[in-house]
């Protein structure tokens, strides 16, 4: 545990697949989950976020149950914790925040237990939990990532010199990642599955060299979830049809969705934000930028001053 006892733990949200990249491209952005650790005599969560007023309060809580079982695997006992909880990381619509609070569990079992984690085991155990590497590999490392989960190992690259503004459309209705799963097919024909992948593997590339119409076309031609996931979100195509004309060169569900990502050039992300929060004003509507540091923790007077 840090000197004084008291430390932050402070994860990023993340956005998954951007398209073709399912379950294997996630990338970091700057809304995040917040812990202020200190010792205690007993495990005792508390939160003025609204959406984690109702979660258990005690060693029952699901970053508690996370920390817990990761130390266990190290053969450690945790001492117990009082944690104060704050997200900017809405709950079930597409943007990684159970990934964020498994890497949270990590990173206090990580630093009360001190198990000495490298960033690779922190995504590997990560990945466990979560069963894919996108949105936990992204809060972890932080940037672009892209992954590979295959015979209990991750294969994992981070990016982070990439210059594009991203926007979010975040609805009030929420989606459970389960029940977008649910209307997925079991599987793809061979020649389904080469298409399907060739145009992530061009997605991936046309990232890297910055060739963002190549981006913005292979995020139209998912073939792996968004044909049948969009029926699932009745505003999809509007916002994409006015994100297009607004500026962005990409548009895709983040994650599971129902949340909407926008990806526009530097310095136009702005303006598409307003014009989209004009015309859907029931959603929220973010401005948001990658984060590329990843998840951290660090004294309490580091954050301060």
């Keep these: 545990m840090p000197l004084?006892?008291?430390f932050i733990i402070k994860v990023p949200a993340s956005t998954a697949n951007l398209g073709p990249g399912f379950d294997s491209i996630g990338l970091a952005l700057d809304l995040y989950l917040?812990?202020?650790?200190e010792e205690s005599s007993s495990w005792e969560f508390s939160s003025t976020t609204e959406e984690l007023k109702e979660l258990p309060n005690d060693d029952q809580h699901f970053i508690a149950q996370v920390a817990i079982k990761t130390a266990e695997k190290y053969g450690k006992f945790l001492p117990p914790c009082?944690?104060?909880?704050?997200?900017?990381?809405?709950?079930?619509?597409?943007?990684g925040s159970s990934a964020s609070?498994?890497?949270a569990g990590i990173e206090l079992a990580d630093s009360i237990g001190n198990l000495g984690l490298t960033k690779q085991e922190k995504t590997f155990l990560a990945t466990?939990?979560?069963?894919?590497?996108?949105?936990?590999?992204?809060?972890?490392?932080?940037?672009?990532v892209i992954g590979s989960y295959q015979q209990k190992e991750v294969d994992i690259l981070s990016f982070t010199n990439l210059s594009f503004e991203v926007v979010v459309a975040i609805p009030e209705e929420i989606l459970l990642t389960k029940d977008s799963r649910d209307v997925l097919p079991e599987a793809f024909s061979r020649q389904e599955a080469i298409q399907a992948s060739s145009n992530g593997n061009l997605l991936v590339a046309a990232l890297l060299s910055q060739n963002w119409e190549i981006v913005g076309k292979m995020m139209e031609k998912d073939l792996f979830h968004q044909p049948y996931r969009k029926p699932l979100i009745s505003f999809y195509e509007e916002v994409e049809q006015a994100a297009k004309s607004n500026g962005a060169f990409g548009v895709a569900l983040s994650g599971a969705g129902p949340s909407v990502i926008c990806f526009a050039e530097k310095g136009q992300g702005k303006l598409l934000a307003q014009m989209l929060q004009s015309d859907f004003p029931?959603?929220?509507?973010r401005l948001l930028n990658i984060d590329n540091e990843g998840s951290c923790v660090k004294e309490v007077e580091k954050f301060v001053k």
């Design 4 to 6: 004084n006892n008291r």
């Design 34 to 37: 917040t812990l202020e650790v």
């Design 82 to 95: 009082k944690v104060k909880i704050e997200s900017e990381i809405p709950l079930a619509r597409g943007l």
């Design 101 to 103: 609070a498994i890497v």
């Design 128 to 144: 466990e939990w979560e069963g894919h590497p996108d949105n936990a590999g992204a809060s972890v490392l932080g940037g672009l």
């Design 282 to 285: 029931e959603m929220n509507v």
